[in-house]
């Protein structure tokens, strides 16, 4: 079976338990070794092969080429692929025997507290949690008040609420391995994952595969084939052409083989969204027609569309409609054929492979993991983007080693120094490393390096990285503040969320953007699947308003130049077209265009 999943799994658990120690032990290290456990977890979850197979072919040799794994840790994995246990994990386990994973992501309740919740009232779980939160037994335990208890039980409702959904960028590996292998099975027309994860919604609920067939009997052979997957935990549903089953990675995935004359119309039905399913169907009825899952069919029941989605709409008048707006939110209004607007935007969402560059991007000189040159070539020879920002934090950020005037300045002319040198060594290939710095914005809203140094640099990003209880007028304040400081060219991760983890610090959004229209700011589309900040209906309300966007990844390794795709998802899913979206210009338009 896939072993990717639990690996990373059981080296996050090592990273969270780690923190639990951390002061204890007084190790200097400790803070580093829980980055790296942390580091190798995402980067395994992000792999395309599986560690299994790397190992089979190369042992540790192949192991220790996995960016970010290093001989500790590959050690440790190969431990676990030939015995399927780690001893290392084990006694760590006997320790805290507590299912740490339950409270990933759950915010403001770290690592200690889990500890000391555990050593005091012997919580394990997420529901003992909410029980003694409950019964009010938290509130007596040391450095614990009443109010701390009713803070944990609110943030516990918000945790809850996210609801088993995964992130997009947990799943999106995964998903896009299983649709290939399904594509290439025997007698297999065509394989498409539909449902939120064609929407490229934020979070999936579950994973949903339409697959065409020759004929009946390869349908059975599919069916066969996919609840035998290694990565199916558990088959609980299966019929003649359906099946359903639940994964190793905790999400349940959904089958559905449909003959070729059907092809469009199951994707049509299966990509959703539910809402828009019944607008359309609505508008097949206006027209004496039926749709369903099946095909589009006649007063006498003649099916006469079916087996394309483009053929599915057309015949109820309708354009062909990106799966990313299916929403009921106006897209169908827009789609009718003949309609003037269609050609603006419908058509001309921004596409996957429009953008030039990316402007927020990180070093090793803070909390980056790789040099400026690396995280260059990585983006040009792999990526094929023509420029990148390097926006390092800066000095208030102290947890990131933020960098203050003088670093800063002596960043920048190394850019440029690294800027020739690549231009020497392959000349075929234009790209431009611009400097650039993500600033904090301070308490009270202005910013931590000054203007004469920001002035220096190419473009400059800031950002609200603290305080985030401050009330909504203070937080929005903050942010207009940095909006019409002259040296700012972008606001970052403009709400500060994290999905399913943190709702991030309270902003009227609305008065953002007009600030961000009247100082020419641009607003940053952060494409980091945990974020997506701005998300869709912000994006669609900037357009509206005239805001210019950037679509960033966040980079903190060239792995991670990966989830712009994650962002151009949300920006389509905000109805973005291409001229929306800054950086996929070059960079000197881009350049000549701000502030
Ligand atoms: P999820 O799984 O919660 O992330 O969201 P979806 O959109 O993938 O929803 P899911 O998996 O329940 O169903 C996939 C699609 O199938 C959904 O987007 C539309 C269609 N569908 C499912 N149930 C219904 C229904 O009761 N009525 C209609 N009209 N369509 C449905
Ligand atoms: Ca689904
Ligand atoms: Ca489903
Ligand atoms: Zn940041």
Known sequence: MSKN?????????????????????????????????????????????????????DKLDGLLKIPSIGKAIATKLEE???????????????????????????????????????????????????KAATEGKIRSIPGFSKKKEELILKKLHFFKKGGGRLLIGEVYPLVKRLEERLSKFRGVN?????????????????????????????????IDYFVNMPEVKEVTGRGSAKAFVKLNIGIDADLLVVPAVSFGAALQYFTGSKEHGVAVRKIAISKGLRLNEWGVFDEQKNRIAGSTEEGVYQLLGLNWIPPEIRENRGEIELAKIGKKEEKTRLSQLIGYDDLKGDLQVHSNSTDGTMSIEEMALYARDKFGLNYIAISDHTKSLRLT?????????????????????????????????????????????????SNNVLDKLDIVGAAIHSNFALPIEVQTERLVNAAQNSSIDIIFHPTGRIINRREGYPVNISKLIEVAKDSNTVLEIDGHYNRLDLKDEYIRLAIENEVKLVIDSDAHHPSHYAFLKFGIGQARRGWATKSDILNTLSAKELLDGLK
């Open 80 to 130: 676990y692929i030939t015995t399927g246990k780690m001893h290392y994990y084990e006694e760590l386990k006997k320790e805290m025997p507590v299912d740490v994973s339950q409270f990933f992501g759950l915010e403001g309740i770290g690592p200690k507290t889990i500890k000391t919740l555990y050593r005091n009232l012997g919580i394990k779980s997420i529901s003992d949690l909410e």
């Open 190 to 222: 065509q394989a498409v994952a539909v449902g939120s994860f064609r929407r490229m919604k934020e979070t999936i609920g579950d994973i949903d595969y339409v697959v065409s067939v020759e004929s009946e009997k390869e349908g059975d052979k599919i």
């Open 401 to 449: 080693n933020g960098l203050d005037e003088q670093q800063l300045i002596n960043q920048a002319n190394r850019i440029e120094e690294i800027n020739d040198e690549i231009k020497i060594s392959n000349k075929n290939k234009y790209f431009r490393i611009l400097s650039s710095a993500e600033v904090n914005i301070l308490k009270d809203g202005s910013l931590d390096i």
């Open 5 to 57: 999943s639990e690996a990373a799994k059981i080296l996050r658990e090592i990273a969270f338990i780690l923190q639990t120690e951390e002061e204890k032990e007084n190790e200097p290290n400790a803070i580093f070794k829980v980055r790296s456990y942390n580091r190798a977890a995402d980067e395994i979850q992000n792999l395309s092969f599986d560690i299994g197979d790397i190992y089979k072919k």
